[in-house]
């Protein structure tokens, strides 16, 4: 019989050291935004082909990074309803394209502790993420939420962040910093060894 014990919770980290400063896209009138994660019904890559094509007369483009089973029937949707979506398939140093964009969205219905999110937030990318507990309990006030059941409230809240630069770098700043103080791999080591000194 297994005996009670108290378990430790360590959360992912990432190399903040291969991203410097604040990130300036320039991406002239062309608002890019940045999707990272497998093309499966997890990640609900439809939910984003439907806010983005209520958005096909604005100047933004959102770009899908991932592959997977879904890849095909995506692309006829997004060819069918002409949305400004580009899937760009698996790359090898996602944090080398990360300073592309503007923003970074996510809509999977269900997540663990998302590396792909602080790998965004390191970059300075502010996020607009889907209102699901995970990302709530990973990013708390350091994103925009949108609800999963309605495109229009996703399309709002992206125009709302284009339209809004200050906000965006205060997001990115705020986000960084968040980063900084919780999910480096100092702060994970530091909480490694104190899991073994306090069980010893």
């Known amino acids: 019989q297994i005996k009670?014990?108290?378990a430790i919770l360590l959360y992912n980290f990432v190399d903040t050291s291969i991203y410097s400063g604040q990130i300036d896209s320039n991406n002239g009138d062309i608002f890019k935004a940045i999707c990272v994660g497998a093309l499966s019904k997890q990640k609900n890559i439809s939910f984003l082909i439907s806010g983005i094509t209520l958005l096909k007369d604005e100047n933004i483009v959102l770009h899908v990074y991932g592959q997977g089973q879904l890849q095909q029937a995506l692309q006829n949707l997004i060819d069918s309803n002409q949305a400004n979506v580009v899937l760009k398939g698996q790359v090898t140093n996602i944090a080398a394209s990360l300073p592309k964009y503007d923003l970074?969205?996510?809509?999977?219905?269900?997540?663990g502790f998302s590396l792909s999110v602080l790998e965004a937030m390191a970059a300075g990318l502010p996020l607009l993420l889907g209102d699901i507990p995970s990302f709530r309990e990973q990013c708390g006030e350091h994103a925009l939420y949108f609800d999963l059941n309605d495109p229009e409230d996703f399309a709002k809240k992206m125009l709302l962040l284009q339209?809004?630069?200050n906000l965006r770098n205060k997001m990115a700043a705020e986000g960084?910093?968040?980063?900084?103080?919780?999910?480096?791999?100092?702060k994970h080591i530091k909480s490694?060894?104190?899991?073994?000194e306090n069980n010893s």
């Open 176 to 186: 960084q910093a968040y980063v900084n103080n919780h999910f480096t791999i100092e």
């Open 192 to 196: 490694l060894v104190a899991v073994y």
């Open 104 to 111: 970074f969205v996510m809509s999977s219905l269900f997540e």
């Open 4 to 6: 009670n014990k108290s």
């Open 163 to 165: 339209s809004d630069k």
